[in-house]
C-alpha cells in the first residue's frame, strides 16, 4: 500500500524514534510502513491519521483498487 508517511513525518521534523513513540509501536514498524513492506491495520491507520491531522485516505492508497487511483471518483 503506497503512503505518505516519510513525507508528513519529513514536513514535521521527526524521526522514525519520535513518531513510533507518538503513536506507540516500535520504531521498526514506522520503518517498515514507510518501505512500504507492511500495512497497518485499521486502527494504526485511524491513529496515523489523527496524529497528522488528515483522513486515512489521503495518507494510504491501495493501488490496487482502480477507485483509489482517482480520489474524484469517491467525491461523486
Same mark, same amino acid.
Not at 14 to 31: C, E, I, P
Not at 38 to 41: L, M, V
Given at each position: 500500500?503506497?503512503n505518505?508517511?516519510?513525507?508528513?513525518?519529513?514536513?514535521r521534523?521527526?524521526?522514525?524514534?519520535?513518531?513510533?513513540?507518538?503513536?506507540? $509501536?516500535?520504531?521498526?514498524? %514506522?520503518?517498515a510502513?514507510?518501505? @512500504?513492506k507492511? +500495512? !497497518?491495520?485499521l486502527?494504526?491507520?485511524?491513529r496515523?491519521?489523527?496524529?497528522?491531522?488528515?483522513? $486515512?485516505?489521503?495518507?494510504? %492508497?491501495?493501488?490496487?483498487?482502480? @477507485?483509489?487511483? +482517482? !480520489?474524484?471518483?469517491l467525491?461523486g
Open positions: 500500500m503506497k505518505r508517511l516519510r513525507v508528513l513525518r519529513a514536513e521534523k521527526w524521526s522514525q524514534a519520535d513518531l513510533a513513540a507518538a503513536l506507540g $509501536v516500535s520504531r521498526q514498524t %514506522v520503518n510502513l514507510e518501505i @512500504e507492511y +500495512d !497497518p491495520s486502527p494504526l491507520a485511524y496515523i491519521a489523527r496524529l497528522f491531522g488528515q483522513p $486515512v485516505e489521503q495518507i494510504f %492508497v491501495d493501488e490496487a483498487v482502480p @477507485e483509489a487511483k +482517482d !480520489p474524484t471518483i467525491a
